[in-house]
């Protein structure tokens, strides 16, 4: 895709670079401050070692779309392992709590951590659906409560822009390279790092992104801006002027001047007058080429695509060609770039077939022009000859939804369900802590995600059971599975990841199999069908006592054990 494309640290730098910049990024005191107000209430009535449990949940799959992508995990396992609260933190808090706070509650948090939580989650990069539980966190409740916040903040971006990319990738289909460029659009520093991290996750091939690669181990590239093309005026400028053939043997060569004899042929057979090529364009060509001239790939409609760019740089690609380089291709960043390609491509085999010069045909063509979903998918239905394409804007601001809107919910104290009623029943919560099972059809899709009880008995492959979808209209369901998967696995217990990590590479991979295990009409990006989440009857039959007894009793204390 360009000069420079390389593969970050190795492996075991990348992960210890991963752990530091979590702890740096995600402190404890990056959550709100009613947190802190709750878990002292909670401490003053003696409540703050009760055992509870959250879950974490979307209400709608994003973009549309049939499905999203659970991503996050890995930070949110990290942020758990390093929790507790210094002295200068304890120290701030003191200074925007009430006046009236109880010292006593102070030391308290000092001497706080996750010792006690246990976390059960989805694989990270597995498909996920709205109203599944995606992470199950159980623990002393001060304790589970303050986790809230940066939780949520790990996961959503991060699942959300995942989600973005895998539907960039869906609408670009198998054969094209998707570039991610989006740094300078990010919300900020923090978003941009996780923009490239998880797009390349949710399935783009590389990242302009230095500090990405550098961090989480993903390969960067880079060529060339218009700027450094507007830089030069001048072949004068273009230092040094010479350049050694690769296959040594020679002295070096002039490309300045061999490189103008190549121009003067190919505007003969283009029937383009030279004067209209620009020379400094062809000066920042050259000046690029020699430092880069294996990677030569060139921005070429600073000017004028086909009479100047296109022009300069078969010049200088037929140059470095002679001398046994292999030039890279060309970059298209303004106007209708599916059309323009295909005189791009038009001019290499032209120039291929008469200059003899077969490398011309393996030439890369990259499309950046402010490249949306939509686009990508226009793409398979109009004439290009586009081999990459770079997204920025649309893919890291997730222009289509900005927010995932994950939520999480109490749904146990003591051993006893809580359930959220409210006069939205879009906001009302699923009681009880759960096991998540996806359950296949005979031809291997998924095609039900069911939510059971917590220590209730699993679906068994080849049994029928009886079921009911989420969000009513289907009725009572009866469906007999072929196969059956426990999603929600044990990641974080006594203070102690007890998952191996994955690395980018295996999270990109499981990403990949995942939506290809959909059926694709949950996959298509207009109008897919709903997938079915449905819960377990005897989960059917808690939640209509727990809303029977809020009803009747008004009082959370009529709910089941």
């Known amino acids: ?78 942020f758990l392992k390093h929790f507790s609260f210094s002295e200068e933190d304890v120290q701030y808090l003191r200074s925007v709590l009430p006046g009236c706070t109880d010292p006593a509650f ?26 599944v539980p995606l992470v199950q966190v159980s623990g002393p409740l001060a304790v589970v409560q303050l986790l809230e916040t940066s939780l949520l903040c790990l996961v959503n971006y991060a699942s959300l822009v995942c989600s973005n990319a895998a539907r960039f990738r869906l609408a670009a289909g198998p054969r094209l390279r998707l570039l991610e460029l989006g740094l300078r659009r990010a919300q900020g520093p923090d978003g941009g790092l996780t923009a490239s991290r998880y797009s390349h996750i949710g399935g783009f091939d590389v990242s302009s992104n230095v500090l990405a690669g550098c961090v989480f181990g993903i390969p960067v590239s880079g060529t060339m801006a218009h700027s450094f093309v507007t830089s030069f005026s001048s072949l004068e400028q273009v230092q040094p002027r010479t350049l050694s053939p690769a296959r040594g043997g020679r002295d070096p060569v002039d490309l300045v001047t061999l490189s103008l004899a190549w121009r003067g042929r190919i505007c003969v057979v283009l029937g383009v007058e030279p004067g209209q090529a620009w020379l400094g364009e062809l000066a920042a060509f050259l000046s690029y080429a020699v430092a880069f001239p294996d990677q030569f790939l060139a921005v070429i409609d600073t000017y004028s695509v086909h009479s100047s760019g296109l022009v ?18 060309v970059r298209l960043d303004s ?20 200059f003899a010069v077969p490398s011309l045909l393996s030439l890369s063509i990259v499309g950046t022009n402010n490249i949306t979903e939509d686009n990508l998918r226009q793409l398979s239905h109009t004439e290009n000859e586009i081999d990459v394409v770079g997204v920025g804007t649309h893919l890291v601001t997730c222009t289509l939804q900005p927010s995932l809107g994950c939520v999480y ?29 996806r359950l296949y059809s005979p031809e291997g899709h998924p095609f039900v995600d069911l939510l059971c009880l917590w220590g209730e008995g699993p679906p068994q492959s080849g049994l029928g059971l009886r079921c009911h979808p989420l969000g009513g209209g289907q009725g009572v369901l009866t469906v007999t599975p072929t196969r059956v998967e426990e999603l929600l696995q044990d990641c974080f217990t006594q203070g102690q990841v007890t998952q191996p990590l994955p690395t980018v590479a295996q999270l990109r991979e499981r990403v990949q199999v995942s939506v290809n295990a959909l059926h694709p009409r949950h996959t298509q990006l207009s109008a897919p069908d709903t997938y079915t989440v449905a819960v377990s009857e005897r989960l059917h039959a808690l939640i ?18």
């Open 335 to 354: 106007g209708d770039i599916c059309r323009q390609s295909v005189e791009v491509r038009r001019v290499f085999r032209v120039c291929s077939e008469e």
């Open 544 to 561: 209509t006592e727990c809303t029977s007894c809020n009803s009747t009793a008004g009082h959370t204390d009529s709910l089941p054990s």
């Open 409 to 437: 919910k109490l749904v146990e104290v003591s051993g006893r369900p809580r359930m959220k009623l409210s006069e939205d029943p879009e906001k009302s919560t699923l009681p009880g802590r759960k096991s998540v099972y």
């Open 1 to 78: 895709l360009g000069p420079c494309l390389k593969m970050a640290a190795p492996e075991s730098e990348a992960c210890a670079a991963m752990e530091r910049s979590v702890r740096q990024r995600v402190p404890p005191l990056l959550t709100d401050l009613y947190h802190f107000t709750m878990a002292y209430a909670y401490w003053r009535s003696g409540r703050h070692d009760e055992p509870a449990a959250f879950e974490l949940f979307f209400r709608d799959n994003p973009f549309g779309g049939g499905f999203s992508l659970f991503a996050g995990l890995h930070d949110c396992l990290l």
């Open 312 to 329: 300069n740089f078969c010049a200088v690609a037929l140059a470095l060609c002679e001398l046994h380089y292999r030039p890279l291709g």
């Open 106 to 131: 102070f030391c308290y948090l000092r001497s706080l951590d996750c010792s006690q939580v246990t976390l059960r989650s989805v694989p990270e990069g597995q498909t996920v659906f709205a109203r």
